[in-house]
């Protein structure tokens, strides 16, 4: 995002964590430099007041970040229990700082079980959202600040898919993670018509 890269340490298994980490470092000093200097976006979530929070209460933990409209957009990993299939969206300002995040929208991808309808990544292109999960793609239009669901595509193979681009809206790569027992380890490419 505008000559920035930013790497989230968001991730929160266990929903115990009281404050994550986005760190934004200049894409020059990065290419440049053989060391570069970090700054941090520190945040916590209103709507976790306990850690962790009860098993039907756990939305806390995110691998999703994408960077729109001078923000950053967080999506969570469901981890409920039983698994209720909805996403918290998330907005924080890109200066570095301190923020407690509310809420901005949520998402429901299904009941279909965490290895299904989990967010696992995200990407946002001009108007258009893509939510990755481990078996689809799942895109939107962003409208007034609303998501609207335009299509999803199923994905093959089953992986840890974990990281989803693009610059065009037309050409979206994704890669996943390799695991031993599902496979993985690939950068996809995927053209949209």
Do not use: W
């Not at 994408?66 to 969206?89: Q, V």
């Not at 570095?96 to 299904?110: D, I, N, Q, S, V």
């Not at 279909?112 to 696992?120: E, L, N, P, S, Y």
């Not at 895109?139 to 992986?159: C, D, H, M, T, V």
Request: aromatic share 14%; hydrophobic share 30%.
């Amino acid at each position: 995002g505008k000559g920035y890269l930013y790497i989230g340490d968001i991730g929160n298994n266990g929903n115990n964590r009281q404050k994550l980490h986005i760190y934004k470092i200049s894409t020059k000093d990065i290419l440049k430099k053989e060391k570069a200097s970090a700054e941090s976006i520190t945040f916590s979530y209103a709507e976790q007041t306990s850690f962790p929070p009860k098993n039907e209460e756990l939305h806390f933990d995110a691998e999703a970040l994408s960077y729109y409209n001078d923000s950053l957009y967080i999506f969570t990993k469901c981890r409920t229990k039983p698994f209720d299939g909805k996403s918290f969206c998330y907005v924080v300002s890109t200066k570095p700082g301190e923020y407690k995040l509310k809420k901005r929208t949520e998402l429901f991808l299904g009941k279909g079980g965490f290895f299904k309808d989990a967010v696992t990544g995200s990407a946002i292109c001009g108007d258009r959202c893509y939510i990755l999960t481990y078996d689809r793609m799942i895109i939107y239009k962003i409208k007034n600040g609303k998501f609207e669901l335009q299509r999803a595509i199923y994905l093959k193979p089953y992986s840890q898919k974990e990281a989803i681009t693009t610059r065009d809206n037309k050409t979206i790569y994704i890669s996943d993670e390799k695991q031993k027992i599902v496979g993985g380890g690939n950068l996809y490419k995927i053209r949209l018509e």
